[in-house]
T-cell receptor
Framework: DAKTTQPPSMDCAEGRAANLPCNHS???????VYWYRQIHSQGPQYIIH???NNETNEMASLIITEDRKSSTLILPHATLRDTAVYYC???????????FGKGTRLHILP | NAGVTQTPKFRILKIGQSMTLQCTQD?????MYWYRQDPGMGLKLIYY???????DKGEVPNGYNVSRSTTEDFPLRLELAAPSQTSVYFC??????????FGNGTRLTVT
């Protein structure tokens, strides 16, 4: 699986959009980008995934660059409950394993 | 649905003791996973299973064993507990490998 690079921490003001970047410059054509988050002491929660096109669901939007070497997770109106560690993962769909990196610790500031 | 249930929630073990961490899911998911998370660190995959009777090693399998005799249950066994196994253990299941559903974790201390 391709390696991902994320900033260790970020701050965002409550009510603003939180934009979390992920670099995956070695991604191959059949690898998907997944995002999970882990709120303090809980099990991680799936957010969204995508291959090439931008994706949106009730939780977030995922923007993948045209060359697929990076992506951005967007939380449109961040709240204090969005304070968590956010993990960006790339994997081949047929791969049974899901390997987590270190993630980005997002602090939402009141 | 209860989802993924892990027991116990907390446990303290002495060095050399053994124990089994229980994980059960009621969603009829084929895929199940065990992760450990050390304080302030990310998750490490211990073992996983793609269906009843099939298990495979993850990133950090040493010191652990698993079995998958039914779709619902995926217990994790520690035979000779060591301080390095102090961690939070998360079990997860998935219907299709696309998304994981996690339990609330077991906090294990080995002293």
């Amino acid at each position: 699986d391709a390696k991902t690079t994320q900033p260790p921490s970020m701050d965002c003001a409550e009510g603003r959009a939180a934009n979390l970047p992920c670099n995956h410059s070695t991604i191959s054509g059949n690898e998907y980008v997944y995002w999970y988050r882990q709120i303090h002491s809980q099990g991680p929660q799936y957010i969204i995934h995508g291959l090439k096109n931008n994706e949106t669901n009730e939780m977030a939007s995922l923007i993948i660059t045209e060359d697929r070497k990076s992506s951005t997770l967007i939380l449109p109106h961040a709240t204090l409950r969005d304070t968590a560690v956010y993990y960006c993962i790339v994997r081949v769909n047929r791969d049974d394993k899901i390997i987590f990196g270190k993630g980005t610790r997002l602090h939402i500031l009141p | 649905n209860a989802g993924v249930t892990q027991t116990p929630k907390f446990r303290i073990l002495k060095i050399g003791q053994s124990m089994t961490l229980q994980c059960t899911q009621d969603m009829n998911h084929n895929y199940m996973y065990w992760y450990r998370q050390d304080p302030g660190m990310g998750l490490k995959l211990i073992y996983y299973s793609v269906g009843a009777g099939i298990t495979d090693k993850g990133e950090v399998p040493n010191g652990y064993n698993v079995s998958r005799s039914t779709t619902e249950d995926f217990p994790l066994r520690l035979e000779l507990a060591a301080p390095s196994q102090t961690s939070v253990y998360f079990c997860a299941s998935s219907p299709t490998r696309w998304t994981l559903h996690f339990g609330n974790g077991t906090r294990l201390t080995v002293t």
